[in-house]
């Protein structure tokens, strides 16, 4: 019995490892494969399933294993992990691989078009982008301040420091030091600049996609937020409830216990940080509004904990509203509040 039923995969950027088995569970394939003979050499091969982490381009290579016929699924790398048998390597990860695509219980990632990882792409750019603009503002912050120039902290005070930098009559700042300043600043700006191209994309993208539409009448919901979960989460029936949504996003309690007695501990801050980062500021932007207070659970909840921990609960419950919304595909419906 030679023929293959089964094969894991392990990716990688030139020489993928190839693990098969037959319907005896049998190893009949263990080989490495070049970039450029991974498509020849599957092309080759009766349909069987397949299986691969959900990594980088592993979108694509399955995109293109099941035009050739192949039934494709992506497992989460932590799931795989468990499957390894003692020693990591690329081949012992195929083989675990391979081992944990079979299992019946076994969780997947659905495999996105390419429209949808394009409009992916997007909020991934404008996350990078966002991040580079945090780091040059806390270095010209910070180069400021060894001339004695100190501002309050906030996005908005970086503008009385450009103000400084660009008065060449101001005496605080040495004309060397000056020309090194104005270059950061020159660096801000481009940056804002490309972000403001990228959310204008975004805004677009989310006007014209309907499930986007949805979700921006969820309180705390702009259209980044709305924008962001219709692209990244394509199945949201992938998730047999909103409590799993809202764990697969590390909005949950970490659990850490034995012999019947379970600890609660922070949150366990797993899966996609872009979208828990924007539900926790849609929540504050919500609890810092001056309706905070109109709603009894959001009343209960900043009475009796701080703040942040209310604006990480808050973006629990949006985002269980979030599942809701999109697999019943209508808009939210506020609760009525008897007065």
């Not at 995969?9 to 009949?28: C, G, R, S, Y």
């Not at 003979?37 to 290579?61: H, R, S």
Request: hydrophobic share 45%.
């Amino acid at each position: 019995m030679t023929e293959i039923i089964r094969v894991g995969i392990d990716l990688a950027k030139n020489v993928f490892e190839v693990h098969a088995v037959n319907a005896a569970e049998q190893v009949v394939v263990r080989r490495s494969l070049r970039r450029s003979q991974v498509l020849t050499w599957f092309g080759k091969l009766p349909a069987c399933l397949i299986g691969m982490e959900a990594c980088g381009t592993a979108n694509y290579w399955a995109r293109e294993l099941t035009a050739l016929g192949h039934t494709v699924r992506l497992i989460p790398p932590a799931y795989a992990k468990p499957y390894v048998r003692r020693n990591k390597n690329d081949a012992a990860d195929a083989a675990a691989i391979c081992e944990a695509v079979g299992r019946p219980s076994m969780r997947f990632v659905p495999v996105k078009t390419t429209e949808q990882q394009a409009e992916a792409l997007t909020h991934k750019a404008r996350g990078l982008l966002m991040k580079q603009r945090t780091m040059a503002m806390n270095s010209f912050r910070s180069l400021m301040a060894e001339f004695g120039v100190v501002v309050p902290q906030g996005a908005q005070h970086i503008g009385k420091l450009r103000l400084i930098v660009a008065d060449p009559e101001d005496t605080l700042i040495p004309d060397l030091a000056r020309v090194a300043l104005t270059t950061l600043v020159n660096t801000l700006t481009a940056l804002e600049s490309q972000i403001e191209t990228l959310d204008k994309t975004i805004m677009a993208q989310a006007r014209a996609n309907p499930t986007a539409r949805r979700l921006d009448t969820i309180p705390g919901f702009g259209p980044i937020v709305s924008g962001a979960i219709a692209a990244i989460i394509t199945d949201p029936r992938h998730f047999d409830s909103g409590r799993d949504f809202a764990a697969s996003l590390g909005l949950v309690p970490r659990q850490d216990g034995t012999g019947g007695k379970v600890k609660l501990g922070p949150i366990s801050k797993r899966g996609n940080g872009y979208l828990r980062r924007l539900l926790v500021n849609g929540a504050t932007a919500v609890l810092n509004g001056k309706n905070a207070r109109n709603d009894p659970w959001r009343a209960k909840l900043l009475a009796g904990k701080p703040k942040k921990l209310a604006a990480v609960a808050l973006a629990n419950k949006m985002a269980r509203i979030a599942w809701a919304v999109m697999t019943r595909q209508e808009d939210f419906r506020p609760r009525v509040v008897a007065a």
